[in-house]
């Protein structure tokens, strides 16, 4: 974060338009809005792209693991090219293969082209995302007025996030599935045409050139990670077609370590990794986020299969969970000057593996208000209070020119420990459901979806448990002001 903060005083920034500040300061954030609405918006459309397209249940789960592991390998990568190649180029290459993918996914008729669309869309996200803050900062002067904008920055985030579900049940039940894809065109192409008239131009680079291999190798080696793992539910752990995949993700996360060692410009310094907080921060969110990513996942589902909701119905049940991150990740600091980082990661991690726990004893007959709403605000409260103090003790434990990096690398941590614990939990919930259908019976009907879902949140509050033990002994108990 220091990093992209000094880049206002950088001499390098050119091609001053004359824009005015919030002009340049919307078209970041719109950026941001379009990468972190991608998230969350495909969740109500799930179920209508399995019946349309066919998607099988694992297929289900890469509608958004495609995103979220090619997001999450590059997302680094495009930080770093933005300090190369000048951070309007990289916004603008991001946005560019960000819109043409979503094109490609709305029009998709099979569903091997629905995925590598999405594939594609976290690609450009993860080019366009690290510009946006840059740019940003690089726009407004030091003082106030900064604050002002990187708050307007954080704030478009969190609601990208949170209305997603909204969005996306309103296209979905308004239009089509197709549309939580193609509205990303039309919005895409008037961000383009103006970020290409007014934004300016900056970059920071050293020389060093782009670490590409190690992207490849860590993007490869989780998505064959995820694969072996969606296919343990069908094949079982023994399998030569799940061994391949699990040996070969490992093989190429070994690697991709054995590169950054070796490597002059890694894209994840390990040097970094034997600073305690940067560490024990970035493990914490590791767990966190493998669980937490489920959330939306599951609920959405069902809500729609088991309750028989439509997707706006979903879209709107989901609110008040939205909501509830938000308020979290804004109380957060208050409670941290009072009782230290480490207490309010540990409360906020708790907090949500009550509400797991709680959300683990729905039925087929389940009401709103205990069976979603309640819940839900308890999981994403506590993942609210959890995120914030994590990423401040990340970022406390590094030298101030490193805090970009690492303040990536914690983000990183988050979503690929959502991509792997959604491929687990997916599994885990796809074998209960298998087994709980009495003999005749469909095995997608209520009552065995609920008994798969149900496990699926009982096993995330035992991986929030871990976690909250896990902070509550490594982590340092306050942010470190360098």
């Not at 099988?56 to 090619?70: E, K, T």
């Not at 007025?145 to 309103?170: C, D, E, H, K, S």
């Not at 590409?212 to 296919?231: D, K, N, Q």
């Not at 796809?430 to 019976?441: N, V, W």
Request: aromatic share 6%.
């Amino acid at each position: 974060m220091a990093r992209m903060l000094r880049a206002a005083a950088d001499p390098r920034i050119s091609g001053r338009t004359g824009a005015p500040t919030w002009l340049v300061v919307a078209l970041a954030c719109s950026g941001q809005f379009l990468v972190v609405l991608d998230v969350s918006v495909v969740n109500v459309a799930l179920p209508s792209m399995r019946a349309d397209l066919g998607l099988s249940g694992p297929g289900l789960q890469w509608v958004v693991n495609a995103y979220a592991i090619a997001f999450a390998g590059f997302m680094l990568l495009g930080g770093r090219a933005g300090d190369l190649y000048g951070r309007k180029r990289m916004f603008l290459v991001g946005l560019a293969l960000f819109t043409l993918a979503s094109l490609g996914g709305g029009l998709a008729r099979e569903g091997w082209e629905l995925l590598a669309a999405r594939a594609v869309q976290g690609l450009g996200a993860a080019v366009l995302a690290p510009s946006t803050l840059t740019i940003l900062t690089a726009a407004v002067r030091e003082g106030a007025a900064r604050a002002r904008a990187i708050a307007t920055w954080t704030a478009v985030g969190a609601g990208g996030g949170a209305a997603g579900g909204l969005v996306g049940g309103l296209l979905v039940d308004g239009l089509s599935w197709r549309w939580v894809l193609l509205i990303n065109v039309p919005v895409g192409a008037v961000v383009l045409l103006g970020a290409l008239r007014w934004l300016p131009e900056s970059r920071a680079g050293d020389g060093r050139r782009l670490d590409l291999p190690g992207a490849v190798l860590v993007t490869a080696g989780l998505g064959a990670l995820a694969y072996g793992i969606s296919l343990t539910e069908a094949e079982g752990w023994t399998a030569s077609v799940t061994l391949v995949p699990l040996v070969a993700g490992l093989l190429l996360i070994g690697l991709f370590l054995l590169v950054e060692a070796r490597t002059a410009a890694p894209l994840m310094p390990l040097g970094l990794l034997r600073l305690r907080p940067v560490a024990s921060a970035n493990v914490a969110m590791f767990l966190s986020g493998s669980a937490m990513f489920c959330m939306w996942f599951f609920m959405t589902l069902y809500a729609q299969n088991v309750l028989g909701y439509t997707p706006l119905e979903a879209g709107l049940a989901l609110v008040p969970s939205s909501l509830a991150v938000v308020a979290g990740s804004k109380l957060a600091p208050r409670l941290m000057r009072a009782a230290g980082a480490r207490n309010v990661a540990v409360l906020g991690t708790a907090v949500a593996a009550a509400g797991f726990g709680w959300q683990s004893t729905i039925s087929a007959e389940g009401d709103y208000l205990t069976a979603i709403m309640l819940p839900g605000i308890m999981m994403m409260l506590g993942a609210g209070l959890a995120m914030t103090p994590l990423a401040a003790l990340a970022t406390s434990g590094a030298e101030p020119g490193e805090a970009g990096l690492v303040s990536g690398l914690i983000n990183t941590s988050r979503t690929m420990g959502g991509s792997l614990g959604l491929a687990v939990m997916s599994t885990i919930a796809a074998a209960r459901t298998e087994a709980s259908a009495t003999p005749g019976t469909d095995a997608g009907g209520p009552a065995a979806l609920v008994e798969g879902y149900a496990l699926a949140f009982r096993a995330s509050a035992g991986v929030l448990v871990v976690g909250a033990v896990v902070m509550a002994v490594w982590l340092p108990r306050r942010v470190r002001v360098r």
